[in-house]
């Protein structure tokens, strides 16, 4: 039973944890990283804001980089697929109307993330 003694070694059980956590990270990352962002934008009384132009960009040393744009659905919703981004830069508009920008840190580069409240636009 020499194994049992090994097995309980703090060093075989500490670098065993440290395994076993890298292997779920990996797992983790490797099933939400389709670079899918998701999000509402929705006015000042919370109701959803249709064709509304949301940009999506990246902070660079200097400046912000536009990396996307798309158009909000009927609900207010939008879709971001494959954005090649560790951070990321959010924010509406309409018209004259726009919201303030959000900055995003991601974990891991092309992460998958459903934005969180939604953007709102101002007057």
Request: net charge positive.
């Amino acid at each position: 039973m020499a194994w049992r003694t090994y097995l309980h070694n703090r060093f075989v059980l500490t670098f065993g944890i440290i395994a076993i956590a890298v292997l779920i990270w990996n797992i983790y990352v490797a099933l939400n990283d389709d670079g899918r962002i998701t999000g509402q934008v929705v006015d000042p009384a919370g109701q959803p804001v249709p064709q509304a132009t949301v940009v999506l960009a990246r902070n660079t040393v200097t400046s912000v980089e536009t990396v996307g744009k798309t158009t909000t659905n009927e609900q207010g919703r939008f879709t971001f697929d494959d954005h090649g981004q560790f951070s990321i830069v959010l924010t509406a508009s309409k018209g004259e109307q726009e919201s303030s920008r959000r900055t995003i840190p991601l974990w891991f580069r092309n992460q998958n993330i459903n934005i969180t409240p939604p953007l709102t636009i101002t007057k």
